[in-house]
Structures are given as C-alpha cells and as structure tokens.
C-alpha cells in the first residue's frame, strides 16, 4: 500500500503564495507519476498539474505562468509552488501518485484546504 500526504495549505490574501508538498511512502515500486487536483464547493475534482517521472509537466490552463509543479524523485515528494493566487483558486488540494501497481488510479491523499481571500 501507498500512503500519500500533503501539507502546505493555509489562508493567504489575493496575490499571495503558498507551497504545497506530497510525500509518498510504502510499497511505492516505480512512480510513474504524481499530479495535484483541487475540489471546490460544488464542483468537481480538477487536474492543476502533473509531473512524470521523465520530469514532463502538464498544467490546467487556469494555473498556467502562475503554477509550478516539481518533484524530488529520491525523497518520493512533490511540490506545488503557486504564484499570484486568486479567490478562484480557493479549494481543497489533492495529490495523486501513480506507479506501476496503479498507474490509472493511483494512490491519493487527503487532501489540504487553500482559502485565498480577496
């Protein structure tokens, strides 16, 4: 089993910045992939960003320039760095880790709450 953690959220002012980070451990094996996803009140999970184990990233268009996804693939953690927050941005943030035991499904946290206020 994989066991997935995020940390970092908080309350921040319009403008401002938070880093997010994933830590995964367990029975890890091979990490193809990790991503983060957010959920706001009333709306369905989204993708925000997803690094591959080859270090190619895709972004939601609504993140992209102010987002920044990284990993440190010997420490099985993943960072979100977000720039230039928005009230829109306000959810909870989730991270998904994808390996060779599941690479459609993958593992996920429990999430952490961003509150950007305007």
């Known amino acids: 089993q994989v066991q997935v953690v995020e940390s970092g959220g908080g309350l921040v002012q319009a403008g401002g910045s938070l880093r997010l980070s994933c830590a995964a451990s367990g029975s890890i094996f091979n990490i193809n992939a990790m991503g983060w996803y957010r959920q706001a009140p009333g709306k369905q999970r989204e993708l925000v960003a997803v690094?591959?184990?080859?270090?190619?990233?895709n972004y939601a268009d609504s993140v992209k320039g102010r987002f920044t996804i990284s990993s440190d693939n010997v420490k099985n953690t993943a960072y979100l760095q977000m720039n230039s927050l928005k009230p829109e941005d306000t959810a909870v943030y989730y991270c998904n880790v994808k390996n060779t035991i599941r690479p459609r499904v993958g593992y996920w946290g429990q999430g952490t709450q961003v509150t950007v206020s305007s």
């Open positions: 690094i591959t184990s080859s270090d190619m990233t």
